[in-house]
Every structure is written in C-alpha cells, then in structure tokens.
C-alpha cells in the first residue's frame, strides 16, 4: 500500500473524530495510519501485511491505553463548592455585618456576605466559613487584623 494512502487515510480519520462528538475512537486509528504511512514512506514499515499488523496494533494498544485518560482530561469537573470551606477570601470593598458585597477568592471575584458580628475592611484576610448557593459567607481569620 502506498505511504500517502496511508496519510490520506489518517487525515481523513481525524476529520472524521472531529465531525463527531466525544468518541475519541477514529483518533486512535487516525494517528495509527499516519504513524505507519510515515514509516512507510522511509521504507520501515514493511510489506503491506507487516503494515496492516502494525496498524491494528497501534490503533488497538493506543485505544485501550489512552482513550481513559485523555477523556479524563478533556471532561471538564466542576469544582465542588464545599471545598471552598475554610479557603481564604479578600473582600474587595468594607462590609457591615450581614452586608452583601464582593470577596476575591482563588483569583475570581464571588458574592460574599459578612456573617461575623463585627465589620470586614477591604483586603482583610478572611475565612469562607460557609457556602450559600453561589455566594460566600465570610468572616475575619483568626487572629489576624486588618
């Protein structure tokens, strides 16, 4: 078989994946063709039986080794708020007690309610002692002053 066959083959296969969503099947034999149309090309691959062999081969080994950990990868997590417990947070502007206003945590910018009894000044230090929804419930770190 011819080497550019077996590129055309492979790039027609990744196109393929690309039109579909999420199998990540036709990339394992995508990139196998293109590995043995390569080999083939600088007359490593051998005959056209030694190249079909090394292509189920490749195709077959990379599928069942790497499809789990690339959609792993590619699945996006959200991140679980209640690990936000205890984090500590930056409100962006003085809150009252029981006020409502911003709070920069991890480089974002949240809805944080002051739930401690006395007032939080912007970029005091504190600690998110709850979530509520999508909103944070601070209040000061201890021992730490503004």
Known sequence: ?????????GLGLLVFELATPGGLFALFFGAAAIVVGLLAGVGLAGPVLAQWVLFSGLSIGALALLRGRLRDRLTHRPIAVDTLVGETAVPLADLEPNA?????LRGSSWEARNVAGVPLAAGQRC??????????????EEGRRP
């Open 100 to 104: 409502v206003g911003k709070a920069e």
């Open 127 to 140: 600690r998110v002692v709850q979530v509520d929804g999508l909103a944070l419930c601070i209040g000061p």
């Open 1 to 9: 078989m011819a080497w550019w066959l077996w590129i055309v083959v």
